[in-house]
């Protein structure tokens, strides 16, 4: 019944779009919804309402395409980068309403995470950097994983460029299972996400370093003792991990890289990644060197690497290929790489942010930020070039330099600032323009309605200065198409002012007319560089674990799992283990007594089975907030360290009692 209802709904408020946008009248609509006893649902009072409000039929029709009735679901959900907020944000579309917090480098104590609790500190101590724990990350690029090309609903993964970290997420219950640091850099950009059946997750440095990082080296001896590379790590989807000592690393030159795509379709098993800095600039003002912005822009072509990843996978597996090993991982020297045929550059131009393939693989669009052009390079003509060994010269380091003129495609003039590319369903592309602040839709060697191949079609205005966007499905073999999301760095007078810093803004747009259109604005939290959007159907979470006592970050039941009945309190010395139960509106025991100095593990399970029924464990003055999903167990170890009484109680509003759902600590 309800989902009839919202159609009835929507059925009127379209009629009444319609009436505003002088399609239909509105007398004969009212009619025939008395006919199917909507009659009632049809307000004459929204048509003042329009009018009061000073609204548009377009901003009506907008309204119409994003409202989602009250208890029916979004179509699709979105996963957007946090920025430095070192998390990701879940939104549904179209309505764009916030769904979920992902925390995966960051604490969040709605969640209780990196709050006390044992599973986020053994995460954070994963994900070291420097032998220091960081309780905060830069999320730029989240990657979903894909069989075949297609998102599966199962992954999420998560880069942290101030770190050189990855997250893995488990969408089953959206929590981050896993931190891996990579000890070779300090800091990473993702260079192209993952493999087409999430065989590997690829990680491109971002500033050159010494290999390791913590290693000293002078900045005068750059280009000699800096590098950049290439890592890729295994992932085991058994138990949900990447797995460090099957990964391998192709070692570059100390250019910067950037962003980068994986093949797919034709070229499956190479994988592109865009670089700048190739006149490897390094800072020192102090000394009268440029600033970066100007000495890293003298070029006017960079370098896109060309990588034969799975030629590498089956050398190494051959013990045909020589490595160095470097803090426990295995490096493919560049003169090595160069020997075996797996490494290869083509210039593009300077300055590039995009390096995108189309859903079948045959072209990478490439944008320069200081070009107005996409650059579409071929697959196949990269293929022949090396085959017939069509190469310019080399690079400082040998790297085979790939003809530019003999590689590419075609190049289309879109405007200024061109950043990303993403694919629709119909056949068109869809580049951000950061200068311009548009998004300019172009068609590749086909245009889909009769266009010109490689022609601009429209650029539809945004609000303000668009980095990343992301298409429904957008980079994946099937793209979804229909929404398409601008990430804009800006805000400025979109939204009502909060102080000196603003809000970003993303904007959705329907992109399944001729025309483009914008739907709605949506100021959010932290940093959004790039998003991922996936159908809501696709995703399979949980809404209870699947048994009591289950440990979310292990993914098996818990060794201190408690069940009813067996709640306690072991001293073992100085050791106090309590063994504690949650269920709506009590906790077994609700009074813990120890002695100053005690050392006081708490392992807590929620017995609750019904959905949404995750309780809390407030500790006041322990610094210990604890979030126990239905059938979970949460650790977390405190020292007693001052005598008092300090109550606990369920921070979630769990139930009519919540209030009485509480204990005490008393330490003498």
Known sequence: ???????????????LALAALGVLAL??????????????LFSPGLESIIKARELTP???????????????????????????AGNVLVFGIPSMRLLKNIPVFSQDSWQGFGVGDHNTRDLFNQGKAAGQVQTWGDVHHPALSVTKGLYDGEFLFVNDKANGRIGVVDLRDFKARQIVKNPLIATNHCGAKVTQDTEYYVEGAQFGNPLPYTDFAPLSRYKEDYRGLVTFWPFDRSAGKLVQDKSFTVELPPYWQDLGGMGKGVSHGWVFINTYNTE???????????????????????????IHWKKVESLLKAGKIKTKTIKGMRVVPIAEAVRQGVLYNIGEPKSPHGCDLNPDGRFIAVSGKLDPHATIFSFHKIMKAIETKNYEGTDPYGIPILKFKDTVEAQVELGLGPLHTEYDDKGYAYTSLFLDSAIAKWTLDKGPRGEKPWTLVEKLSVHYNVGHLTVAGGDTAK??????????????????PVGPLHPQNLQ???ITGEKMQLLSDVPTVGEP????????????????????????????KSPTATLPGKERVVRDGKNVHVYMTAIRSHFIPDRVHVKQGDHVYVHLTNIDRAQDA????????????????????????????????????????????HMEMMGYLTVK
């Open 280 to 306: 490897m600039a390094w800072p020192d003002s102090s000394q009268g060197k440029p600033p970066i912005e100007i000495a890293a822009s003298q070029r006017e072509m960079d370098y896109m690497h060309v």
């Open 1 to 15: 019944m309800k989902n009839i209802n919202g159609k009835i709904k929507l059925a009127a408020g379209l009629a």
């Open 614 to 657: 995750t309780h809390g464990f407030a500790l006041s003055s322990y610094n210990i907030n604890l979030s126990i999903d239905p059938g979970a167990t949460v650790d977390t170890d405190f020292i007693a360290d001052r005598s008092g009484v300090f109550p606990w109680y369920c921070s979630e509003f769990c139930s009519a009692l």
């Open 508 to 510: 959705l747009i329907d």
């Open 529 to 556: 560089h790039y998003a991922a959007i996936i159908k809501a159907d696709a995703l399979k979470p949980w809404k209870i674990y699947p048994e009591i006592g289950f440990n979310p970050l292990t993914g098996k």
């Open 479 to 496: 793209p979804y198409g229909k929404y398409l999301v601008a990430l804009n760095k800006w805000s400025l007078d979109r939204a009502l």
């Open 27 to 40: 007398t004969p609509l009212r009619r025939s919804f008395a006919q199917i006893g909507g009659s009632a």
């Open 58 to 84: 377009g901003d009506v029709e907008a309204a119409l395409k994003t409202f989602v009735p009250p208890g029916s679901y979004d179509d699709y959900m979105m996963f957007a980068s946090g920025g430095q």
